[in-house]
């Protein structure tokens, strides 16, 4: 959908409340994202809806207003879940501001924090629940809640929960909630799991999608830096002197993002970290310090990647590439967020060329690859044009086998792999 036909859709006739589109105005939406125009009819109208778009596409307001609006209408409650704690909280600030005026209460469960305030909430029977998977067990296992009362179910994120190792917590959940129920399924991507998922928890969902699964955001424009690891500290002050913004880096582990943080501070930026072994008030102050330019540099592990939820990031950094290759996709997505434009980029060791060869192939676009000098590389001998493409050409197999980190040949599958993630 072009700039202008999105400029030319309405809220008005998706088949939303009177008093919800009223609160939309009066915060400010004026045109429905293109997920949005999708899904809300479909959603409103009570049929199960799986909806895959990439980050950064309105994917929260979606649900959320349909959501809303069968609260409203029926004496029942709403569950939506969540992986981050982060996201979760973002999710549960957008609720509040269209459920005040229902008169529709909400509360958020998230690990991290302490148990009293949530039990404070879930005691004044909130209509919609937030929730991360692991922290709701454990309101669920102390009798603190109960689910028999679920109308609308939301799965947000479904694929990052799944590849994070909830699928035990989602199905020890879905086992207490009514089958007669309204399931919102939403994604960036549609791995096979989420399809088992669908056909076993959902009744015959419609699935709108706006984007190919995998698709990167458009307006981003992403290029690759070539550099050996011992020169990555030197070339990142450099791309901090190049680009004035706010900028958001990712590395792959918590002390790689303790390291880069304390070489950032060093270059004489101001700073911020979030990952697993930050406190929840911790992670929260550097969100809030990131959003208001406090910091003007945030480096996260991919804990982060879908939870934040900041306008205008000028740049995000991959100091890592991630583990998994999907992961790539919703770390780019936090900046070109709604229609603008964006800067991605990318440092890679010389030894993970096959990595860069599966993010194309994922993202079916030809990144532009430089030396640490900025020049470009030549790969015209590089067979690493997505499958399909126009650009695809025939040839002999290049010598570069490609490789990953135990130095087996080939890069890394970057689909899901079953069983628990190690916290980063």
């Known amino acids: 959908m072009s700039r202008t036909e999105l400029e030319d859709q309405q809220f008005y006739g998706l088949g939303i409340a009177p008093t919800l589109l009223e609160r939309l105005e009066a915060l400010g939406f004026k045109h429905p994202t293109p997920i949005q125009f999708k899904a809300i009819p479909v959603a409103t109208g009570g049929d199960d809806v799986i909806g895959i778009a990439q980050t950064g596409t309105g994917k929260t307001l979606a649900f959320s207003i349909p959501m809303l609006q069968q609260m409203s209408a029926r004496s029942k409650m709403g569950l939506v879940l969540l992986p981050t704690r982060e996201l979760a909280v973002q999710v549960e600030e957008t609720l509040c501001k269209l459920a005040g005026p229902l008169g529709l209460r909400t509360v958020v469960l998230i690990g991290g924090v302490s148990m009293g305030p949530q039990m404070k909430g879930l005691r004044a029977k909130p209509h919609v629940i937030v929730a991360t998977p692991g922290r709701l067990i454990d309101h669920l296992e102390q009798k603190n809640v109960r689910l028999d009362r679920v109308g609308v179910l939301v799965l947000d994120e479904a694929d990052r929960m799944l590849d994070m190792g909830f699928a035990p917590q989602l199905k020890k959940i879905l086992a207490v909630v009514p089958s007669e129920r309204q399931t919102m399924l939403f994604s960036a991507t549609m791995p096979e799991e989420i399809a088992k998922i669908a056909r076993t928890y959902m009744k015959s969902p419609l ?218």
């Open 207 to 424: 699935r709108v999608e706006v984007a190919p699964s995998g698709t990167a955001a458009e307006k981003v424009d992403q290029e690759v830096y070539i550099v050996p690891k011992a020169e990555k500290a030197q070339l990142l002050g450099r791309l901090l002197q190049e680009h004035k913004g706010t900028v958001l880096v990712f590395t792959r582990t918590k002390h790689g993002a303790r390291k880069v943080a304390r070489d950032v501070a060093h270059m004489r930026h101001t700073v911020a970290e979030i990952h697993s072994n930050r406190s929840q008030h911790q992670r929260q102050d550097a969100l809030k310090g990131f959003s208001n330019g406090r910091y003007r540099v945030l480096v996260a592990t991919d804990i982060a990647a879908r939870g934040i939820d900041v306008k205008n990031i000028e740049l995000v950094l991959n100091y890592d590439l991630p583990d998994h290759t999907e992961d790539y996709v919703h770390r780019i997505g936090r900046t070109g967020r709604a229609g603008l434009s964006g800067k991605a980029i990318s440092l890679a060791d010389p030894a993970q060329k096959g990595d860069i060869r599966q993010i194309e192939r994922l993202i079916r676009k030809t990144l532009q690859v430089k030396t640490p000098s900025g020049e470009l590389v030549d790969r015209s001998h590089d067979l690493s044009v997505p499958a399909g493409s126009s650009q695809q050409r025939r040839g002999p197999r290049p010598p570069f086998r490609g490789g990953n980190r135990s130095g087996r040949p080939g890069g890394r599958s970057g689909g899901y792999r079953g069983g628990p993630r190690r916290p980063r």
